[in-house]
């Protein structure tokens, strides 16, 4: 069984940092790609970044390049997002994903639960 739990969210007052951490299991992490998905109040879903298993390339969303990284331990099947200058924009549910394909845009075949994250003073 496939399972994605994130830990690491919270409060934070803007300007801080928080890193979220993504365990996974039931799959071979190392040969999928990985994904963070936010979702703000009121708001669709934002692919946050997105991590290949190949190369370990990355790619950001213009809202948060130069602020966060995201990075992968294949060893301990476990994603990171390092969230750094943070704003109250950035308040949001994060979750990761699991990469099925690319077509255009990638498609998830799935998703953790969620954490929270609250950027305000």
């Known amino acids: 069984e496939v399972q994605l739990v994130e830990s690491g969210g919270g409060l934070v007052q803007p300007g801080g940092s928080l890193r979220l951490s993504c365990a996974a299991s039931?799959?071979?992490?190392?040969?999928?790609?990985m994904s963070w998905v936010r979702q703000a109040p009121g708001k669709g879903l934002e692919r946050v970044s997105i991590?290949?298993?190949?190369?370990?390339?990355?790619n950001y969303a213009d809202s948060v390049k130069g602020r966060f990284t995201i990075s992968r331990d294949n060893a301990k099947n476990t994603l990171y997002l390092q969230m750094n200058s943070l704003k109250p924009e950035d308040t949001a549910v994060y979750y990761c994903?699991?990469?099925?394909?690319?077509?255009?845009?990638?498609?998830?075949?799935?998703w953790g639960q969620g954490t929270q994250v609250t950027v305000s003073s």
């Open positions: 994903a699991k990469v099925l394909y690319y077509s255009g845009t990638y498609y998830y075949d799935y």
């Open positions: 039931g799959f071979t992490f190392s040969s999928y790609g």
């Open positions: 991590i290949n298993k190949d190369d370990g390339s990355t």
